[in-house]
C-alpha cells in the first residue's frame, strides 16, 4: 500500500504572542520549551490536577513574536478557552480542566487560528515518500515550505509519519502523489498502527502515562497541573493501565469490557472491523498487557451478553493475509 494521507476534521490551531508566551505555556504542561527551534516542534500534554490528559499539543515556533500551537483534532475550542481562562485567573469555571489558576499575570494572549489552517497526517506505506518530503525523523522534527506548510515527524502513538500544517487554500502537491483514506478506512488503520484517537485515548480518562505518551512528560520541571500525580506515576511504571491491541474472534460492539477467567481487567477504547477480521485498541491493566495473553470480551445488547474470544497483540496488530 502507498503512503496514505487523512485530514484532519476540525483541525485546532492556536497562536500564543506576548513577551510571556513561553513562560505561560510552560506553567501549564509537561514537557519542556527550551529546545523549540524552527526546525524542531515540542510535543507537549496539557493536563489536570489529577494528571489526566486535556489536550495533546504540537508547538511550533513561529516568528519572533508568536508561537503555534496545534491541538488535537475537535479540541481546539475547548484548549482555547482553557488558556484564555487560564490567563485572566477569575473564577469561572474550565470545562474539562483543573480549577487551578495561575498565580501571576502572564504577558501573552490567544489566538484562534484554526479556520486559517488545514492540517493532514501521512501514514507510511510502501514505496518512496512524494516528492519534497523528508522522511519521518525524530519526533518533532520539523520541514519547512516556502509556502508556509511545515511537515512534523509524529511519534508512533500520534501516526508514526507526518503532520502536514498548510495554509488553508494552499496546494499541496505532495498530496497528490498519495492515497486518501476515507474515515473508515483511517479508523482501521488508526487501530492497527495503534494511533491514539482524540475521543477515545487521548481524553480525560487517562493519564499520559497509561497510553505511552512519558517521553513528552518531564516531572522534574517546575510546577504544572497535575505534576504531583505525574511524579507519583513516573515511580511506578510497571503498575496501572496501558494502551494494547486486540485480535477478536467474532465482532463485538462497544461498550466492551475485557476479562482474563472471571476478573475484568480493562476494556475496548478503540474498535474497527471489515468483513476478515475484527480488531481492537484496549486500556487493560498490567501484567495481562502481554502479547499471547487468551481474554474474553464482553458486551451487551439489550437483556442479552456477548462473549467473543481474543488475544492480546502487540502493536501495531500484524496483518493476516485474506484468504479466498
Known amino acids: 500500500m502507498p503512503w496514505m494521507y487523512y485530514r484532519y476534521p476540525n483541525p485546532g490551531t492556536l497562536r500564543l504572542t506576548g513577551s510571556d ?25 496539557l493536563t489536570n490536577a489529577a494528571g489526566r490528559i486535556l489536550d495533546v499539543l504540537i508547538v511550533l515556533e513561529s516568528d519572533h513574536e508568536s508561537l503555534l500551537v496545534l491541538t488535537l483534532p ?4 475547548t484548549t482555547l478557552t482553557y488558556l484564555r481562562n487560564q490567563l485572566e485567573a477569575t473564577s469561572a469555571s474550565v470545562p474539562l480542566a483543573s ?14 487560528e484554526s479556520r486559517l489552517w488545514d492540517q493532514a497526517i501521512l501514514l507510511p506505506g510502501e514505496g518512496t515518500l512524494p516528492p519534497g518530503l523528508q522522511p519521518p525523523q525524530e519526533p518533532g522534527h520539523t520541514q519547512r515550505f516556502p509556502n508556509g506548510s511545515a511537515a512534523i515527524s509524529l511519534p508512533g502513538v500520534l501516526g508514526g509519519g507526518l503532520l502536514l500544517l498548510h495554509p488553508k487554500g494552499v496546494t499541496v502537491m505532495m498530496l497528490a502523489h498519495t492515497r486518501l483514506l476515507s474515515p473508515e478506512t483511517y479508523t ?5 498502527r495503534g494511533i491514539l484517537g482524540p475521543d477515545t485515548e487521548l481524553t480525560a480518562e487517562f493519564s499520559p502515562f497509561e497510553v505511552g505518551l512519558a517521553p513528552w512528560i518531564d516531572v522534574s520541571k517546575s510546577n504544572f497541573p497535575g505534576r504531583t500525580m505525574l511524579a507519583y506515576a513516573a515511580r511506578q511504571p510497571e503498575r496501572g493501565r496501558t494502551i494494547a491491541g486486540i485480535r477478536l474472534a467474532s465482532p463485538v460492539m462497544l461498550p466492551a469490557a475485557i476479562r482474563h477467567g472471571e476478573e475484568q481487567i480493562g476494556h475496548l477504547t478503540s474498535l474497527a472491523t471489515t468483513p476478515h477480521t475484527a480488531i481492537a485498541l484496549a486500556a487493560i491493566r498490567r501484567p495481562f498487557h502481554r502479547p499471547g495473553t487468551q481474554v474474553t470480551v464482553h458486551t451487551t445488547t439489550g437483556a442479552r451478553e456477548y462473549e467473543a474470544p481474543a488475544t492480546v497483540t502487540a502493536l501495531p496488530i500484524p496483518e493476516i493475509p485474506e484468504t479466498s
Open 74 to 77: 475537535g479540541r481546539g475550542e
Open 188 to 192: 482501521y488503520e488508526r487501530v492497527r
Open 99 to 112: 480549577l487551578r489558576k495561575t498565580s501571576r499575570r502572564y504577558a501573552a494572549e490567544v489566538h484562534d
Open 21 to 45: 508566551r513561553f513562560a505561560f505555556l510552560d506553567s501549564l504542561t509537561t514537557n519542556r520549551l527550551d529546545a523549540l527551534t524552527r526546525t524542531e516542534a515540542i510535543i507537549t500534554v
